[in-house]
């Protein structure tokens, strides 16, 4: 999952004559991706150690929050992250969903199968996009279904260059319900397919969601969030001998939308 690329030194150096803008937005901001780090709670001493910024600022800026409802002050005094950033959430991802749509139509022309976008949201994925393919037999996925991430080829791409410790963490917390007889179900084998996906640069969904069905997938580089796509289609057509075509334009298109992203935000 990504982290808060903002070092303790980067924190204190921001001011609005670098970056152009206000530098208690700056810092606000910068402390909610850093809850967002932690698991969405913490106590005040713990972002000042990982942010540099004083005690009374980062009070000061929290109450500003908590009175927006951004924030909530827990009853043991920590803070958690608040209700209103779920609309805030919601209404970015089906933007993303429709930045991306163009790319997913040119990765259906291309390999003729459905194309998909994902999110790791929590410890779930959450498909945000979809281009379905033009063949009477394609797969289908609807667009906010929630998946666990081990039994999915998305999931695997995201969460490939995540700490082991990390993802055993979070596979604790799903557990790992079989939904086919070929679904990974121990911790040790999904961390060998994540070193798997590491080495090929691409993830596959083997009849591990669905029987019948296979993904490929990659990551969507430098995304604003953990974003994968993927090709999904029937394992007669979806096989490892086209995998060798159609990996290298997942992966292209993958890289121009992490540009398109990105300018999405003109400086």
Not at 126 to 155: C, I, N, W
């Amino acid at each position: 999952m990504p982290t808060s690329s903002a070092s303790t030194t980067d924190a204190s150096a921001k001011t609005p004559a670098a970056t152009g803008g206000v530098q208690s937005l700056e810092r606000a901001f910068d402390l909610l991706e850093r809850m967002a780090d932690a698991g969405g709670e913490v106590g005040l001493s713990e972002l000042s150690a990982a942010s540099g910024l004083p005690l009374p600022t980062i009070h000061r800026l929290m109450r500003t929050l908590v009175a927006c409802g951004y924030v909530r002050q827990q009853p043991n005094r920590r803070y958690s992250l608040g209700p209103r950033l779920i609309r805030l959430g919601e209404s970015a991802s089906r933007l993303l969903g429709t930045w991306a749509r163009p790319y997913l139509a040119r990765l259906v022309e291309e390999t003729g199968e459905t194309a998909n976008m994902a999110l790791l949201d929590g410890d779930e994925i959450v498909y945000v996009a979809q281009v379905p393919s033009k063949h009477s037999m394609r797969m289908f996925t609807e667009v906010g279904r929630r998946v666990l991430p081990h039994s999915t080829g998305v999931g695997k791409a995201l969460l490939a260059h995540t700490p082991a410790e990390e993802v055993r963490a979070l596979l604790a917390r799903t557990g790992m319900p079989a939904a086919t007889e070929k679904t990974i179900t121990t911790p040790e084998g999904f961390l060998d397919a994540l070193e798997q996906v590491r080495k090929a640069g691409y993830a596959v969904d083997d009849n591990e969601q669905e029987i019948g069905v296979r993904c490929l997938a990659v990551s969507v580089p430098n995304s604003p969030t953990a974003a994968a796509i993927s090709i999904s289609g029937p394992a007669g057509r979806v096989t490892e001998a086209v995998a060798e075509s159609f990996v290298p334009i997942l992966q292209g298109i993958a890289a121009e939308l992490s540009v398109a992203l990105a300018n999405q935000n003109p400086a």
